[in-house]
Every structure is written in structure tokens, then in C-alpha cells.
């Protein structure tokens, strides 16, 4: 019976490491290397500049991504989001549309989508205990907030400019206007939804 656990023990430990994010990751890029890359027939010097091209490619997304959680978390360290919770409670406004407003205000000041999300999500955290609103729509809330009036300070805006050759005034006009009307559509059946199910 012991041997029989200590088995059980052993394979729940493999298999915990394996599943690891940083392990999981490890192996699939050794395997990807192999079998995209030395048994296609490319060299070591081949596969290593392919390597290198896509490091450079989710460089930035990578950063972006660090960045945005390391400003969340001064915020929270701040006590920003007890803040907004406390001023939750004294006023009538609706906690998705408060959702909306600080991912959209972080949106606009900051650039980045991805940051604007995840710092928000940690922001406003705080609002739910308070007020009992449905995470799943806090959620979506924020991802509508997040997404308004890409501009000039967004790589986004910059990639679409590229991609259509258009000028800024071009991008400003259909990239900035779409993702605007994107955001609010979002917000309307965000609290559409919300008076459907409460």
C-alpha cells in the first residue's frame, strides 16, 4: 500500500512539474525546434536566427504586458481601488459604468489596452465586495472601456496607419472613431445585459 502511494506521489509530482508554465513553455519551444526546425532539414544557425526573429517579435507584448502589471499593482498598493470603493458607496453611479469610465480614462492617458485592462481589473477589484455587482460583467465593462480612442500614443494606432498608408488626420477619422463606437456599443449592451439579468 505505501509503495502504491509513494507512486502516486511520484507521478502527481512529474506531472505538476511538467505543467509548470515555465517548464510547459520549455518544452514545447524544444520540441517546436526540433520538429519545425532540425528535422525539416535547417541548420543550427537557421533555426537560432528564426529563434531570434520571433523573440524580437513578443519583445514589446512581453514588456507592455510586465509593464501594465506593474502599474497595477502600485495603484492597488496605493490604495486607489479602496478609494473608488469608498466613493462607490456614496454615490448612485452604476459600478459597470465606473468600470467603463477608469479603463477608459487609463485608455486614453496610457495608450495600451492591455495595460488599461489589467490595471483596471485591479483597481476596481475592491467594487465588487461592495457593491455585489457580476464580475463577469465588471469584465466586460472593462474590456469596452479599454478598447476607446486609440490615438497617437497607441502602437496600435500606429500599426493600422502603417498597414493602410493613411496620414494621422486618415486614422484619426476611421481607426480612433471605430474603436470608440466599439467601446460604447460594448458599454450599452453591457448594461443592456445587466438590466436583463437583475
Known amino acids: 500500500m505505501k509503495s502504491r502511494c509513494q507512486k502516486t506521489n511520484a507521478v502527481r509530482v512529474f506531472f505538476e512539474f511538467i505543467g509548470n508554465p515555465a517548464v510547459a513553455l520549455f518544452i514545447a519551444i524544444i520540441i517546436a525546434i526540433f ?10 544557425e537557421q533555426v537560432m536566427d528564426i529563434v531570434g526573429e520571433s523573440i524580437g517579435a513578443i519583445a514589446m507584448i512581453v514588456f507592455i504586458i510586465a509593464g501594465g502589471g506593474a502599474f497595477k499593482q502600485v495603484l492597488v498598493d496605493s490604495g ?4 473608488i470603493s469608498q466613493l462607490m458607496t456614496g454615490t448612485s453611479l452604476s459600478p459597470l459604468l465606473m468600470c467603463w469610465t477608469v479603463a477608459a480614462v487609463l485608455r486614453i492617458a496610457l495608450g495600451s489596452a492591455t495595460v488599461a485592462a489589467i490595471t483596471t481589473a485591479g483597481v ?6 461592495v457593491t455585489h455587482a457580476d464580475p463577469a460583467l465588471m469584465v466586460l465593462a472593462t474590456g469596452a472601456g479599454s ?5 497617437v500614443n497607441d502602437p496600435g494606432f500606429w500599426l493600422f496607419k502603417g498597414y493602410f498608408n493613411l496620414s494621422v488626420g ?3 477619422r476611421t481607426w480612433t472613431v471605430m474603436e470608440t463606437l466599439i467601446s460604447v456599443m460594448g458599454l450599452l449592451g453591457v448594461l443592456a445585459l445587466n438590466a436583463v439579468l437583475h
Open 35 to 44: 520538429t519545425l526546425g532540425r528535422r525539416n532539414g535547417r541548420t543550427v
Open 170 to 172: 486618415e486614422t484619426l
Open 124 to 129: 476596481v477589484l475592491p467594487i465588487i465586495n
Open 80 to 83: 486607489v481601488g479602496q478609494y
Open 147 to 151: 478598447v476607446i480612442a486609440s490615438h
